[in-house]
């Protein structure tokens, strides 16, 4: 344990012991047991060093259990490799004289969408990864070639940046539409009932979903880091995105609604210290959001699928802080609360708006009975009860409409 504290990537938080096992080619395997549950590990000792590099990469198809897809096929030597730990893995640059890779290695191997992804026509809009190598049908390394690109600067005033993210987010999704699924109301709601209980958040929330809430190839955790200029556009870089950390933990679905991409921008637009003020951050939001509708499937942004007690972008919002509190508890490090700390406030405005809701159908039902049941009444005198009954209910929803949650 002592070995791996240190590590950016190792859930110190988590950990209650840690079983050696044997080693796997070059790779170290390790059980890390935690409370929740048990992580397999691979530790590649001296990944900074380009000639046990270049060892592993022709070995590794040799070891049973792993599987290279994509341009690994055709990998030559290397010369020089560079390596930057993080959350999520090993970043690692590799190249020779002829050739330059980025990617990423999953000490935990994690089930991602990015060998799906690798298929998808390339565009100026998305970098897409183009190989890797896989243990068991997991993701262990990942990487793509080398681009020059400028990172972006996040200020409060940058609209025109967050317009345009959201235009290549809504496209991505529409690509997505192509191998959706149905919504996973019970595997959702499991998830957040997991993930309640995990974090000790204090609060339940469970929700019917709406029809048009579909379950898509979720990006994941996606943050603002994500985001690159390449060629002078706004670039999504889909290397490190697609997964769930330490899912196996959690959950082991990885579908999840479109709207889960947004609610992370949301989270990490709110907590970015360069947006300074409420008031900037929502606009930042409503700027995202509208741009990414433009460009989005019809039915993922329709009233029902916004409808906040069907879940709405509200719902996924709550699954995304629950997430990073999670992960924040396994790195020890602190998270903010105050969103989650606002969801009694929120589903107290729902089952307001609800009373609205069921008031409104509760005249008009009453209206009908009068007009039909009550003796001694002309039908002149009925017709008038029973449209005022309508009229009462057509008002009664339409504020209910009107004081809906927004989805920004």
């Known amino acids: 344990m002592e070995q791996f504290s240190s590590k950016p990537w190792y859930p110190v938080g988590l950990v209650k012991e840690t079983t050696k096992n044997e080693n796997i080619g070059l790779f170290q395997h390790f059980s890390i047991h935690t409370e929740f549950g048990t992580l397999d590990m691979l530790n590649f000792e001296g990944l900074d060093d380009v000639k046990k590099f270049n060892e592993l990469i022709n070995q590794i198809n040799k070891i049973d259990g792993f599987e290279v897809w994509g341009d690994f096929n055709n990998l030559e030597t290397f010369d020089q490799i560079e390596i930057i730990e993080t959350q999520k893995g090993v970043n690692f640059t590799v190249s020779n004289s002829d050739i330059s890779y980025s990617g990423i290695f999953h000490n935990f191997p994690v089930n ?11 565009n100026s809009s998305l970098l897409i990864p183009s190989g890797g190598i896989q243990w068991n049908g997991l993701d262990v390394m990942v990487f793509r070639k080398t681009v020059t690109s400028k990172p972006i600067k996040w200020k409060s005033e940058s609209s025109a940046l967050f317009s345009d993210m959201g235009e290549v987010l809504g496209r991505f999704h529409t690509k997505m539409l192509e191998t959706s699924a149905p919504r996973m109301e019970k595997e959702w709601n499991s998830r957040l009932k997991r993930l309640e209980t995990i974090t000790s958040s204090g609060t ?5 979903f709406s029809k048009n809430t579909d379950s898509i190839r979720s990006l994941g955790n ?6 690159m200029i ?3 556009e706004v670039t999504l870089d889909l290397l490190g995105l697609g997964f769930q950390l330490f899912e196996k933990l959690v959950t082991e679905n990885n579908r999840f609604s479109c709207f889960r991409d947004i609610a992370s921008l949301y989270v990490e637009i709110d907590g970015s210290s360069m947006v300074s003020g409420t008031t900037s951050k929502e606009y930042l939001r409503k700027v995202l959001f509208e741009s990414w509708r433009k460009e989005a499937p019809k039915k993922w942004h329709s009233k029902s699928a916004l409808d906040g007690n069907l879940g709405g972008m509200q719902i996924w919002r709550y699954d995304v802080e629950l997430k990073k509190l999670f992960l924040a508890k396994s790195f020890n490090l602190k998270y ?10 929120i589903q107290r405005t729902l089952f307001n708006y609800r009373i609205i809701s069921g008031s409104a159908l509760g005249m008009l039902l009453s209206s009908a009975m009068i007009a039909l049941l009550w003796p001694n009444l002309g039908i002149g005198i009925k017709i008038l009860i029973f449209g005022m009954g309508i009229a009462v209910y057509s008002i009664g929803m339409k504020v209910y409409r009107n004081t809906s949650l927004p989805p920004y």
Request: charged fraction near 35%.
């Open 112 to 122: 991602s969408w990015r060998r799906k992804w690798s298929e998808i026509e390339t």
């Open 204 to 208: 339940l929330w469970r929700v019917p």
């Open 222 to 227: 996606l943050s603002l880091n994500d985001w």
């Open 230 to 232: 390449l060629d002078g």
């Open 336 to 345: 903010n609360k105050n969103w989650i700390r606002g969801v009694k406030d």
